[in-house]
């Protein structure tokens, strides 16, 4: 069974520029999770999707991040326009809870630098 | 403000020995706690967790202690091989909820 991918692996933009990451889940997973960690720093939480529903959207950092999720499945995560700051690695999670709670299944993350 | 802390940004091990990571946190609202273990240019990957309705889960050489009153667990490595070098994050939630993660500690087991 595939588990989490994103694409694309490393992205570099320059400031201003748009950047779309994507997130494949495990399939059958209604949770979905955007994490970032900048600096080699804490994973940083910044949204949460059951199905295609924002659950929680509270570490969205400001209104240039846009999450998505289609139909419940694959999720995009775009930044526009790109700042200096947004530099770091993009982490997706995915989880089943069906009454109890489970451990998230994570992609390799997205390097991107923003220069 | 910091839920799920780990005070030790480091920590080096010799081979063989026991490996003792430390996790705190503050949200008396979390009932479940996970370790995960991530190497340089990878995502985190799932180690061992533990509900809070339980004070001890074992893996293998992996023991995850939970003290609910002190809001303290720890991550026991025994024995500790190189290839358990990396970094550990401890993390937290509550049922819907999202993971919280601690700022992680970077185990290093000398040969």
């Known amino acids: 069974e595939a588990g989490v991918t994103q694409f694309p692996s490393h992205s570099v933009i320059e400031k201003g520029q748009t950047v779309t990451l994507r997130c494949d889940p495990i399939s059958g997973h209604d949770n979905l999770y955007w994490y970032r960690r900048v600096m080699g720093k804490e994973i940083k939480f910044l949204l949460h999707f059951v199905k295609e529903s924002k659950q929680d959207e509270s570490g969205m950092p400001n209104n240039r991040f846009l999450a998505e999720r289609t139909g419940g499945t694959y999720s995009t995560l775009k930044v526009q326009p790109a700042e200096l700051e947004d530099s770091g690695v993009y982490f997706c999670a995915s989880s089943q809870e069906v009454r109890v709670v489970t451990e998230a299944f994570f992609g390799q993350g997205t390097r991107l630098t923003v220069v | 403000d910091q839920q799920v802390k780990q005070n030790s940004p480091s920590l080096s091990v010799q081979e063989g020995r026991i490996s003792i990571l430390n996790c705190d946190y503050t949200?008396?609202?979390?009932?479940?706690f996970l370790w995960y273990k991530k190497y340089p240019a990878e995502g985190p990957t799932f180690l061992i967790s533990i509900s809070s309705i339980k004070d001890k889960n074992e893996d293998g050489r992996f023991t995850v202690f939970l003290n609910k009153s002190a809001k303290h667990l720890s991550l026991h490595i025994v024995p500790s091989q190189p290839g358990d070098s990396a970094v550990y994050f401890c993390?937290?939630?509550?049922?819907?909820?999202?993971?919280?993660f601690g700022p992680g500690t970077r185990l290093s087991v000398l040969p």
């Open positions: 949200n008396s609202m979390f009932d479940y």
């Open positions: 993390a937290a939630k509550g049922y819907g909820q999202n993971f919280v």
